[in-house]
T-cell receptor
Framework: EAQVTQNPRYLITVTGKKLTVTCSQN?????MSWYRQDPGLGLRQIYY???????DKGDVPEGYKVSRKEKRNFPLILESPSPNQTSLYFC????????????FGPGTRLLVL | SQQGEEDPQALSIQEGENATMNCSYK?????LQWYRQNSGRGLVHLIL?????REKHSGRLRVTLDTSKKSSSLLITASRAADTASYFC??????????FGPGTRLSVLP
C-alpha cells in the first residue's frame, strides 16, 4: 500500500532533550516535506527536500534540522526542543514537478514541557 | 508567508445543502489544490486545478479558479455528515513549496 509513515505518532518530552521524528515513504517520491500545524495558522512548511542530499528551508525552519540520506526517509530533528515547538507535525511526499499531488503522513503530535 | 486564505473560517450547514468555500492568494501560481482534514488526522488530497484551467469537477466537488482575482472556490454539493472536516487550499508556485491557508471548518448537521 502506497503510504507515508511517521513515528512516533505521539510524543511528550522536556525542553532541551533532543528528539527525532522519522518519516518514510514507499512511493519512490523525489520530493519530501515537513509541516507543522497550529490552531488558526494552518500548515506551515518547515523544510523540504527535492531529492537525496538536497534540502531547503521552508517558512519556519528555526529550531529544526533535517537530512535526506536516502530517497525514502526524511527525518525531522529537534536538537533542543522548546515549548513553542509543541505542535502537530506532518510529513508529506510527492513526485518531482509542480503539478503533483502531495501525500501526507498521519501526523505526529508533540508536546514539549 | 501565508499565501492561501480560506473564507469563511467556519461554516455550518444542513445535510443535503451545498457548501461553498473560497480561497484567495497573493502571488502567481502554477496550480491550486484543495485538501480535506478530519480532526487531527492527515490531509487528504481532493482536487488540483492548474493555472490555465477555470473549472474542474470530481464527483460532488466543483472547483473554480479565477487567476485575475487570485481566487478559487470549492463547492460541495448535496453535503453529507461525513463531509464534516476542515478544508484547506494550497497554492503551488513555480518553486518547489506549497503554501497552505488556515482552512475552513465545515460542519454538516444531520
Amino acid at each position: 500500500e502506497a503510504q507515508v509513515t511517521q513515528n512516533p505518532r505521539y510524543l511528550i518530552t522536556v525542553t532541551g532533550k533532543k528528539l527525532t521524528v522519522t518519516c518514510s515513504q514507499n512511493m519512490n517520491h523525489e520530493y519530501m516535506s515537513w509541516y507543522r500545524q497550529d490552531p488558526g495558522l494552518g500548515l506551515r512548511q518547515i523544510y523540504y527536500s527535492m531529492n537525496v542530499e538536497v534540502t531547503d528551508k521552508g517558512d519556519v525552519p528555526e529550531g529544526y534540522k533535517v537530512s535526506r540520506k536516502e530517497k525514502r526517509n526524511f527525518p525531522l530533528i529537534l536538537e533542543s526542543p522548546s515549548p513553542n515547538q509543541t505542535s502537530l507535525y506532518f510529513c508529506a511526499s510527492r513526485l518531482q514537478g509542480g503539478q503533483e499531488t502531495q501525500y501526507f503522513g498521519p501526523g505526529t503530535r508533540l508536546l514539549v514541557l | 508567508s501565508q499565501q492561501g486564505e480560506e473564507d469563511p473560517q467556519a461554516l455550518s450547514i444542513q445535510e443535503g445543502e451545498n457548501a461553498t468555500m473560497n480561497c484567495s492568494y497573493k502571488t502567481s501560481i502554477n496550480n491550486l489544490q484543495w485538501y480535506r482534514q478530519n480532526s487531527g488526522r492527515g490531509l487528504v488530497h481532493l482536487i488540483l486545478i492548474r493555472s490555465n484551467e477555470r473549472e474542474k469537477h470530481s464527483g460532488r466537488l466543483r472547483v473554480t479558479l479565477d487567476t485575475s482575482k487570485k481566487s478559487s472556490s470549492l463547492l460541495i454539493t448535496a453535503s453529507r455528515a461525513a463531509d464534516t472536516a476542515s478544508y484547506f487550499c494550497a497554492t503551488g508556485g513555480y518553486g518547489q513549496n506549497f503554501v497552505f491557508g488556515p482552512g475552513t471548518r465545515l460542519s454538516v448537521l444531520p
